[in-house]
């Protein structure tokens, strides 16, 4: 069969600027991370450097982890921390550049059959895992066949591969029952960790592994020790597969629950990043003037993360779609977006961040009118009682910071006007996960990434065939529709982006009938860099990136 061979070179981003080896200073725990984001404005992006420095060998990253992560296995936990350190430690076959190109890491290069139903990967000959063993196609597909093909990002992925098979060690064919026009999309670390065969192909089940606390990769940055409530220490990697990386000497990630210490930590310099929420939104502005410090907004083009309330559709009234749209009517997104936000959110149009392929802003909205809640509501029969109240019921906030705690106040304070009456029932990252992948919950914030196709990253919290008990980032509403799965399945196998779109805007359509989540805010990232440091943020996976060529400048 004739191939179009797809070759792409090795990256050799060798950014410049500086940054700096820091020493641990116990600040304490963490507690803040993925779900809405933070977005500096974009005034407060430094100009780049006229020219360039040289990158340098040495040094050692300091960087804000918040919240702690709750294990290290991206395979098995997909909260931002954990994507964070692990990026640094395993690899995906793929990376994604700014402009969402798949671009090489495990893989060194790819071909893509004609009838784009064979996708055939040559894989890095020199790597090796950090225990000296070597790295080999074996281990591709140990990770796929019994490791990812349960997972909640990959499973939708395996229903259309037919067989991964491995002609040699370096060589990976995944044959496909059918196109799948999203499927370059699916490597990266969060959807695609290679783990090392020999240390997880065996009795002990996977959620008892020593390695998910301590892992063994093949990235440039190894596991060194990790002091829960203090700090996860890695160091570089001497065998690294990508020659002459990398820079640093190591990287800490320090634990800090405290927002007043999160940003003291980076005035003082103490710390040389923060990210995603380390930051509160009112701090921002003071934050990203401070003259040793660069602001970008750039590297997470393939996440946009969309902020929502999901609802127990097992349970009433959230079964029924007039309460739903009551939710959407009865709190001011707007409000949220600006007030606690402070501007870096914009409030949800609908399921599909306004930054995801294929997304289509004309849909049925729902502005901030709490009449038309009340309305809903008395339709559905749910009539206040003398106290003015309709229903009671929990709401789960998102366990990253202050102001996902002010958000789900806020919240409370709205649906209580129109008789919603919440109890706020807090947890850590942990409890949050398991309760969401055990439904057990009435109301919960989320925030999930969209992963740059529908595909990939907006189908599976909408098609049934994804719900799935103990499994959290999946459809945890336990929303169905037969429609919407047939236009999902329809539209991730189209021939041309043109179909594609009118696909997804039917679908798009449909769900802001159904409203089976509140959709709240399309967020934005922001990582915040000390000027010593060059080289962090070099892909569309921003912080979550390797850092295979980020270095510190001299003090």
């Known amino acids: 069969m004739k191939c179009n061979i797809v070759r792409r070179a090795l990256t050799r981003g060798l950014l410049a600027t500086a940054f700096a080896a820091t020493a641990l200073a116990a600040t304490a725990m963490a507690a803040t991370a993925l779900a809405a984001t933070v977005a500096a404005p974009a005034t407060?992006?430094?100009?780049?450097?006229?020219?360039?420095?040289?990158?340098?060998?040495?040094?050692?990253?300091?960087?804000?982890?918040?919240?702690?992560?709750?294990?290290?296995?991206?395979?098995?936990?997909?909260?931002?921390?954990?994507?964070?350190v692990a990026g640094k430690i395993y690899e995906s076959l793929l990376t994604y550049s700014f402009d969402l190109k798949p671009q090489p890491s495990l893989a060194k290069s790819w071909e893509v059959s004609d009838d784009q139903l064979t996708y055939t990967f040559h894989l890095q000959p020199t790597a090796q895992w950090h225990d000296g063993k070597p790295f080999?196609?074996?281990?591709?597909?140990?990770?796929?066949k019994q490791v990812l093909a349960n997972t909640p990002r990959t499973r939708a992925l395996m229903h259309y591969i037919q067989d991964i098979t491995a002609p040699d060690d370096h060589t990976v064919m995944f044959k496909l029952k059918e196109r799948y026009s999203a499927f370059l999309y699916a490597f990266d670390i969060g959807g695609g960790v290679i783990l090392p065969k020999h240390l997880f192909d065996v009795d002990t089940p996977m959620a008892q592994n020593p390695h998910n606390n301590a892992p063994v990769g093949t990235g440039p940055f190894k596991f060194k020790r990790w002091e829960r409530g203090s700090y996860i220490e890695l160091v570089k990697n001497e065998h690294y597969w990508k020659e002459g990386r990398p820079y640093l000497d190591g990287i800490i990630f320090r634990v800090i629950p405290d927002?007043?210490?999160?940003?003291?930590a980076l005035e003082q310099r103490t710390v040389q990043q923060a990210w995603l929420q380390d930051i509160e939104p009112f701090d921002m502005p003071r934050v990203a003037k401070l003259p040793h410090i660069n602001v970008t907004q750039k590297g997470y083009e393939y996440w946009s993360t969309l902020h929502w309330i999901e609802m127990n559709g097992a349970r009433k009234?959230?079964?029924?779609?007039?309460?739903?749209?009551?939710?959407?009517?009865?709190?001011?997104?707007?409000?949220?977006?600006?007030?606690?936000?402070?501007?870096?959110?914009?409030?949800?149009?609908?399921?599909?961040?306004?930054?995801?392929?294929?997304?289509d802003p004309n849909i049925k909205q729902y502005p901030y009118d709490p009449k038309k809640a009340i309305a809903l509501l008395d339709e559905m029969g749910?009539?206040?009682?003398?106290?003015?109240?309709?229903?009671k019921l929990g709401l789960i906030p998102?366990?990253?910071?202050?102001?996902?705690?002010?958000?789900?106040?806020?919240?409370?304070?709205?649906?209580?006007?129109?008789?919603?009456?919440?109890?706020?029932?807090?947890?850590?990252?942990?409890?949050?996960?398991?309760?969401?992948?055990?439904?057990?919950?009435?109301?919960?914030?989320?925030?999930?990434?969209?992963?740059?196709?529908?595909?990939?990253?907006?189908?599976?919290?909408?098609?049934?065939?994804?719900?799935?008990?103990?499994?959290?980032?999946?459809?945890?509403s336990q929303y169905r529709n037969p429609k919407v799965d047939a236009l999902f399945d329809q539209a991730a196998t189209a021939p041309t982006d043109e179909e594609r779109q009118r696909l997804y805007t039917e679908?798009?359509?449909?769900?802001?009938?159904?409203?089976?989540?509140?959709?709240?805010?399309?967020?934005?990232?922001?990582?915040?860099?000390?000027?010593?440091?060059?080289?962090?943020?070099?892909?569309?996976?921003?912080?979550?990136?390797?850092?295979?060529?980020a270095w510190l400048a001299p003090k």
């Open 44 to 84: 407060a992006l430094a100009a780049p450097p006229s020219a360039e420095p040289q990158p340098q060998y040495g040094g050692v990253l300091t960087a804000i982890l918040n919240p702690e992560p709750p294990n290290l296995n991206v395979a098995m936990q997909q909260v931002g921390t954990t994507q964070m």
């Open 136 to 144: 080999t196609s074996a281990d591709v597909l140990f990770s796929y």
């Open 259 to 264: 927002a007043a210490s999160r940003r003291l």
């Open 317 to 359: 009234p959230m079964d029924d779609k007039r309460f739903r749209q009551a939710v959407m009517y009865a709190i001011d997104r707007d409000f949220i977006a600006k007030r606690i936000m402070f501007g870096m959110g914009t409030v949800s149009t609908g399921p599909f961040h306004r930054n995801t392929r294929f997304y």
């Open 382 to 391: 749910l009539k206040p009682d003398a106290n003015g109240v309709r229903v």
């Open 398 to 476: 998102n366990p990253y910071g202050e102001m996902q705690r002010r958000i789900a106040e806020y919240t409370k304070q709205s649906l209580g006007k129109v008789g919603i009456v919440i109890d706020i029932e807090s947890t850590d990252v942990g409890g949050w996960t398991t309760r969401m992948g055990n439904w057990d919950f009435d109301m919960a914030y989320n925030g999930v990434f969209q992963y740059g196709d529908p595909a990939i990253g907006v189908s599976r919290t909408y098609v049934s065939s994804n719900i799935k008990k103990g499994l959290a980032f999946t459809n945890t």
């Open 507 to 549: 679908v798009q359509k449909i769900l802001a009938e159904d409203v089976p989540l509140a959709w709240i805010d399309d967020t934005n990232y922001s990582t915040y860099l000390d000027k010593r440091v060059h080289g962090a943020i070099t892909t569309g996976l921003g912080a979550v990136g390797s850092y295979a060529d």
